[in-house]
């Protein structure tokens, strides 16, 4: 059974730091393409960052708002992608979330979409008060 958990949200003033965690069992984590998502209250859930797998080269992509402040990094021996945000604005507040998506060989691309990830966390809330 395959299972992502988030970890690693909370409340931070503007200007601050987090650092999200995503651990993962059930599947060969190293072959899978990671990403992180989140979804303000009243809006559609949005892409942040992605990973490629390990035999991609770990390529990672962001998001324009994040660029800069966020950064997405793999650690395959602990099965574990993190998302560590710096400089953290209130519209950063929202629900993160981790997604997984098997990467065959050669197949190394930029995943934006839900539909492209097989599975998900439950999420895990950042605030970030004004």
């Known amino acids: 059974q395959v299972q992502l958990v988030e970890s690693g949200g909370g409340l931070v003033q503007t200007g601050g730091s987090l650092r999200l965690s995503c651990a993962a069992s059930?599947?060969?984590?190293?072959?899978?393409?990671m990403g992180w998502f989140r979804q303000a209250p009243g809006k559609e859930r949005e892409f942040v960052a992605a990973?490629?797998?390990?035999?991609?080269?770990?390529?990672?992509y962001y998001t324009d708002s994040v660029k800069g402040r966020f950064t997405i990094s793999r650690d395959n021996a602990k099965n574990t992608v993190y998302l560590q945000m710096n400089s953290l604005k209130p519209e950063d507040t929202a629900v993160y979330y981790c997604?997984?998506?098997?990467?065959?060989?050669?197949?190394?691309?930029?995943?934006?979409?839900?539909?492209?990830?097989?599975?998900w966390g439950q999420g895990t809330q950042v605030t970030v008060s004004s």
């Open positions: 059930g599947l060969p984590f190293s072959s899978y393409a």
């Open positions: 990973i490629n797998a390990r035999r991609s080269g770990g390529r990672t």
């Open positions: 997604a997984a998506d098997y990467e065959v060989a050669g197949t190394a691309r930029l995943r934006v979409h839900d539909h492209e990830y097989d599975y």
